[in-house]
Each structure stands twice: as C-alpha cells, then as structure tokens.
C-alpha cells in the first residue's frame, strides 16, 4: 500500500555565525530546540511520532545516537524512535526523503527530517601518533609500563585536530575546488555579488512579511537570521577580497556561505494522519534523486546535481519549466550559476548520460525567500531548512504548484527533490 | 538582589522587623482546596439559597453561634468559612443581625479562612437600597479586620438565580483558588444553569486562547487553565518563541507566534484554531505593555503603542472571532476575558497611558456583555494589583516592599492567584457572571 507523504510544516532555530551567539550551543542542543519549537507549534507534546531522523556533519564520537538524544530531551513521546543520517551538506534533504519514503510505504505514519550543524561545536580530536600512546597506556598492565609510552610522545603530537572541509581524495576545500569549477565555467565576479546581494535581499523582505513566524522559533534570545545582512550591495560585496583561486580569484567571503551553527526539521506525515491530527498539508513529496560525478578523476566537485535533476525529471517526464519555484542550495554564489549554466549545457548534460539540456530557468522563480549565502549553512541543516520553506511557498501558490530542489553535497554528490502543493 | 534587599530577607533582617512591627505575611491556601474548618452556615431572613448551593457544592455546613448576649459567645475551635444568606436582608435591623453572626466569627476564624456573604443587587424601597450598599461597606470592612490571609467577599446575586447558577462562584470564594481575592463585591444573574456539583476540570476539551503567554501571568493562566482540562492556543510575540514553545509543550498545548497588533491577527488565530477542527470557547486577552512616564513627559508614540496593545488589539480580534461566520471564531456560550489593573482602576503615576488602557478594557466589558448575552457569551475582566513576576521584580527594593505590603494580605500575589480567577469566570458554570471586573488584589489599599 502506498501513501502520499506530506510536508506539514517545520521549525527551525534562527542561523548564526559559528563562533557566534550560539558557540555555546551542543549540537545536542540545537537540535532539541528545533525539535521542541516544532512541538509546540503543532501540538505534539508527548505524542509519539513514528521516527525522526536527523544528523550533523561535525560530530563527536559521543554523539553518535544525537537525534534519539535530542528527541529524549525534547517534548516528544520518549517512545519515539530516531536515527542518525549522514549525506554531508545534503543530509536535512536525505533525511527528508528517508522519512518520506517510509510514509509512502506505510512503514510510519508520521516523521521528523532534520539536521543540525554547529561548527562552534565542532570534535577537535588527538593526533594518530598521541592516539597510540594513549591506547598503548591504558592497556598496560603495571604503573611503569602505563607511564613508559609517553616517553614517545613530541610537541607535534600534542596539537589538537580541529575538523576540516576537506576532499580526502584531493586534499582541495570546498572553495578551492569551486574556484576551479567558477574559472572553469567562467563565472563572473559580478554574476556572484549579484546572486548574493539578492539572497540578503530576498531573506530580509520575507523576514519583514513574517513569513518565518511558523517556521522560525527563536534561540538564545537570538529571533532572527543574524548572518543576514539587509542593507547589502553589490557595490558593498565589489568591495571584498577574493577568498579562493588566488588574487585573482572571483569568490569572496560575501558570495561564499559563512560557518554557521543552527537546526532545522520538517515534519512529514500521511495524507490520512495529518488529516486525521488535524495538521496543515503544504506539499507533498513527489520524488528525489542523489547523483555523484567523478571529482578524484577531474569532475566539477559541487556540480552533482545536474546528474541528479536531469534523471528525476525524465523519469518523472517533467521540464525545468514545469516548476513554479526551483531552490538551489547556495553552497557559493558560483555553485547556483555554475548548475544553471549546466543545466542549459546540452554537451555536458550528454555527458552525464541524460537525453539532452535541462535548459534555462526565469531567476524570478529561483531561491525567492533568500538562501544560505543570507541565511548560512550549518551543513545537516540546510536541507531542512529548504523543505518546510518550499512546501509553504508552494502551498501560498496553490495545489499542483511544483518546486525544485538542488543541493550540493561533498564527495562529488548531489542530492534533489521534487515538492508539489496539496 | 541588591545588599540592602538581601539583609532584608536574611534571618537576623527579620528578626529586625519583626521587631519593627512588620510581620511575616501570612501563607495563603490556594488551589483546589476547602478551608480545613467547618463550614458555618447562617441565614438572615429566610433566604436559602446559600444552603442549597451548599448542598450542590457537596460540602457539609454547621449551624452558627450568635452574639445575642451580654459576653461575646466562642465558636470554641476554629471555624473554615461563615456563608451568610443575606438575600432576604432588606431592614436596617437585620444589619444587627449580621453583626451578630460576624462578631463570633471573625475571632474564630481560621487562616485563609472565608467569610462570605450573599445579598441582592441594590432594588426596592429606600431603606432597603441603603441596607444593600451597607453591607458592601461591612464586606470592605471585615476584609480589613481578618487577619492570616481569610478573606471577606459579597455576592449580588439576581433574584431568579438558582444554586446551578451559584455554584461555581461559591466553590470558586471558598476554595483557595479565590487566595488573593479580598474585599471584592460581584454580580451574579440568573441563567437557568442546570443543578450540577462543582466540575474538577471544567474546560475539558475545550479551546482557550491566551495572549502574552510565554511568561508571567500569561505562563500562569495557561497552566492553571490546562490544569482544568483546557486546549491551550498559546500565543506571544514572534521575538518571545523560545519561552512560549515551552510553555506550549509543557501545557500539551500549541504555540502560535503572533503580533496581537497584526491587522490580520484576528484571521491567523481563528484559522490556526479551524485548522485544528476546532472552536474557541475562550480568550484571555492577557498580552499587554507599559510605557510609564509621568504625563508631562508622554509623548504620542508612548501613548499609542500602549492604547493598541492594550485596548485596540484586542478590539479588533474580538471583532473577528466574534463574527459567527468565522470559522475557528469564537462559539456560542464562550469566554471572553479581559485584563484590567488596580492602576486603571484607581490611577496611578506614571501610567496615564496604561491607566488608560486598562479603565478602558473596563468599559470595555460592560459595554460587551449585554450585547453578546443572546449568544450567552460572557464577557469579564480581572484587575491584578501588585502580582509577583519578573516584571515587578524590577521595581527598586524598598518600592517593591511597600508595594506588596500595601494591602490586606500584607504580600504581593502570585501569577496563578490571577489564572484561578480567569478559570472561574471560563468555567461554563459561571454563565450568571458578566460584565464584571474581580480584582485579584488582595483588597489593596488604593483602586477602590
């Protein structure tokens, strides 16, 4: 038996600047506040929801069951099951099609996607040489054999290992690897600061609508997104140093997403239970697709979704211009452009193995509440920060309004989905 | 805490003032409770109205010792509550019969203890409408006199009420959920309620919408109303989410994360609640600011964003919810509570603008309820004195410390004392009460 699975809505705590009002804040915490903001906002205290799932990018080893801890701290029926997901940047999106998934197939009636980042937070481990020792230690039977190892160690090893954004197979970061995808693709510098400058102002007049009233709960007295900037420009973004591709690079720390800390859910149910709950239908999950393209090898590392969209829709036989709203994931302003310019690529759309170009998209339909340039990007999050905002957007539209989503996610994957009002 | 209000609370401060002559203030009964002691029963020309609530209320009574003799006669042992029918009172000399009942009772009463007395709306011969306002006077006197936290409190009830109409203001005086209620003189009509005991929890499945609900008195009302069975819609500023999810979750109910002074206010709540499939049997206008300033330094923006918070809002929702043809509006036989304050009532410096608003939110509900009373919507206010919060926490220590004790109770209230109050006038059973305003001040020395 198969069901719709349905966006009822979401919460989200507001986004901040790591190091920021929330450097504080556990993931742990960040994510039970979302949970219990989205609680509160559909009534769910101590109901037992069929599963949530969640999870982070950065994590500590002592996290490793964070959404089954969250949801124990939170609000929820402590009968409630969770799990942990990982898909790196596309993880909130992930986790959305997971719990969709399992609605469809009346595996669960009702469930949470989310995900949570906080790179204040962030597991800062030993060295492998000092992880050794210390193993070596604790296993030693007497007090001088305990003592004995240590005798190995250097200054070297004593420096901490803070995460990094890194490609393992090519030792590149995130920015470094679009910087050779935006000269690749010839992505200009002011094609960037543009897509940003509209990002702050696209999230600044849905702030000033309220329209993040019922997605938004606020946290640590923080009530608005704080790496927003309203009064940006382009003129002002002109104005900053290039952060990757050397001094002549075009991407900067304003058309480049900011370390962020924040939390985000959605929760998706049956058609039949939120009726049944009495809860708001947004949009229902239509269908979702991950790709990966082969970056160790010389592909665009961010560029993973083009695969993704272009098989989604020809299975689903839907053009770009069957949608009303199309969010893409603004890991870089140079990501969003490189995608469009992509999908409009009729060679390296064959090259992906798709019948031909996605072709092109109005802009005035794409990311038209802001995105993470304004928002941020607390990794895990943003995918479920994207989904309630769409299915509201969509449902603001009216029933069969369609929306796209694209998001990039390390490892050379991209991860899509497809959302349609109710 | 400042030095000052830290030596105050320690225990050689109140030594110091105890010796000083202030007294520890009595700890007042609250919640669901009955007075320890009998409950003495008395009539004053007949009535029995008072004895057949009693017997609604389920509550055993004893029969009064009268002063009628050259020594004051004792009750021997401490007494709960004297209950006085003195619906059928209308001759200066049956004044002396009160006195009688009260002089005996007064000395024995037991702390948080009730002495309530039930008379008719003024109406008749001269005499007899001079004999209604004395006894208002008594009331407010007794309420002074009573040590311990007892309290003294008049019910004008109509002449056609019945004990169904009766029973949920007398449980509601008797019990301690009345704590911080003194001195206070009521109406209740007659509105054909069915003879029903006193309900546990009266507002069972039903929907009530708080304003300002994230902390303070509007946390507390939402509490104590959940506690009596209500769905909670529990609505604040979106800036004040964090504190209102909590207090959302921690009820079962839901946050709604609203500007009262939204055009569209009144439309967001009745669809969050239609959305829900239900119907709003109450609102608690609970939301509300200050501005303080002395008038010759309020300027036009103090005043108006104090009137339309206030007093406009709450207008304009009202107008919507009351609209029988919204959906999620609020039903017939509903709820509609406004806060006044002892500062409106009386005035205070300082608050022009919030004395404004707060008289006007009186006005307001004596001018609603006749209107809606064919719908058998009831319309009421509570007038808190001084409430301990976070918001009087504020107030300079010394200030504070004046303020709290300025009243027959010698202490601030509490945020729920406000909450019971509320939850008495939505419980259905009080339909015969409203256009009323019931202070919640523990008869405070200003504000009439």
Redesign the interface.
Known sequence: MTHNAVVVGGNRTPFAKAGGPFAQASNHDLLTAALDGLVARFGLAGERIGEVAAGAVLKHPKDFNLTREAVLSSALSPATPACDLQQACGTGLETTIYIANKIRLGQIESGIAGGVDSTSDAPITVSDPLRRTLLKANSARSAMDRIKPFASVRPSHLKPQAPSVTEPRTGLSMGEHQALTTERWGISREEQDELAAASHHHLAAAWDDGFFDDLVTPYLRVAGDAILRADTSVEKLAKLRPAFGGEHGTMTAGNSTALSDGAATALLASEEWAAAHHMPVLAKVVDAEVAAVDHPGGDDLLLGPVAAAGRMLERQGLTLDDFDLIEIHEAFASTVLTTLKAWDDEDYCRGLGLDGKLGTIDRARLNVTGSSLAVGHPFAATGARIVPTLAKLLHQRGAGSKGLISMCAAGGQGVVAILEAV | MGALEKAFYSPVGKAVSAKAGLKEPPRLRRGRTWPDGPIVLASIGGGDLASRTMRLLGRATEEPVVDEGESAPGYGSRIGALVVDATAATRIDQLEELRALLRPAVRAIERSGRIVVLARPAAGDWEAQAVARALDGINRTVGKELRGGATATLLEVAPDAGPGDLVSTLGFVLQGRSAFVDGQRWHVDAANQAQDPLAERPLDGRTIVVTGAARGIGAAIARTLARDGA?IV?IDI?????A???V????????????IT?ADAGLRIASHVA????RIHGIVHNAGITRDKMLVNTDAQRWASVLEVNLAAQMRINEVLLDPATAGGIEDGGRVIGIASTSGLAGNKGQTNYAASKAGVAGLVAAMAPDLAARAITVNAVAPGFIETEMTGRIPFVQREVFRRSNSLSQGGRPEDVAETIGYLLDPSSQGVTGQVIRVCGQNLVGA
Do not use: I, K, S
């Open positions: 769905r529990a979106p800036p004040a989410g964090e209102l999810a909590a959302a979750n921690e009820v079962g109910g839901t946050a709604l994360q609203l500007d939204a959305q829900r499939g239900e």
